[in-house]
């Protein structure tokens, strides 16, 4: 297993810019989420989704879209870039069957915008 | 929302000696306290994890205490390697969408 995988691990864009941080994981979980980690404000959530088809608001989640067309994938798209939103974003997976809710998170990419 | 406060920000113990994280959180319907360490460049990892209804769980090195009542929980690490260097974050959960993490400790275990 690959666990939880993310691309680009770093990226660099300009303001007004826009992409979509991957995430992907083949452990066949439900859940799924994006975080944003900044220096003294630990990991907040962005969005989240408890399955294909349904997702969910985090704690902050303006400038930022998500979707989940399938069980495995998760991406996160910054529409038009703004420099606040430079950070080290994380995605996570968990089974949550049973209240299992161990996340299981990817590598990160280190996104700076100019 | 639920508040997760953690201290201290920054920790240094000498190799051998324990390490204390404390954490306190301010909802009541919270239910479930991972601790979570992170390595330099990497994502955060569960190392131990506790319920409500329990009120410590250990793990070799690694202990997790909850006071329900006080809403406080607290990692402690005992003879501390050099591999325990990281940053450790606490969090409440009340449920999957509703994970509040602290701040973080860094622990630097110094040889």
């Known amino acids: 297993n690959a666990g939880v995988t993310q691309t680009p691990k770093f990226q660099v864009l300009k303001t007004g810019q826009s992409m979509t941080l991957q995430c992907a994981q083949d452990?066949?979980?439900?859940?799924m989420s994006w975080y944003r980690q900044d220096p003294g404000m630990g990991l907040r959530l962005i969005h989240y989704?408890?399955?294909?088809?349904?997702?969910d608001q985090g704690e902050v989640p303006n400038g930022y879209n998500v979707s989940r067309s399938t069980t495995e994938d998760f991406p996160l798209r910054l529409l038009s870039a703004a420099p606040s939103q430079t950070s080290v974003y994380f995605c996570a997976s968990s089974y949550g069957g049973g209240g299992d809710f161990e996340q299981y998170f990817g590598p990160g990419t280190r996104l700076t915008v100019t | 929302g639920e508040n997760v406060e953690q201290h201290p920000s920054t920790l240094s113990v000498q190799e051998g000696d324990s390490a204390v994280i404390k954490c306190t959180y301010s909802d009541s319907a919270s239910n479930y306290f991972p601790w979570y360490k992170q390595e330099l460049g990497k994502g955060p990892q569960l190392i131990i994890d506790i319920r409500s209804n329990v009120g410590e769980k250990k793990d070799q090195r690694i202990a997790v205490t909850l006071n329900k009542t006080a809403k406080h929980f607290s990692l402690h690490i005992t003879e501390t390697q050099p591999e325990d260097s990281a940053v450790y974050f606490c969090?409440?959960?009340?449920?999957?969408?509703?994970?509040?993490f602290g701040i973080g400790t860094k622990l630097q275990v110094i040889p």
């Open positions: 452990m066949n979980h439900e859940y």
């Open positions: 969090a409440a959960a009340g449920g999957y969408q509703k994970v509040t």
């Open positions: 989704s408890v399955g294909a088809g349904i997702t």
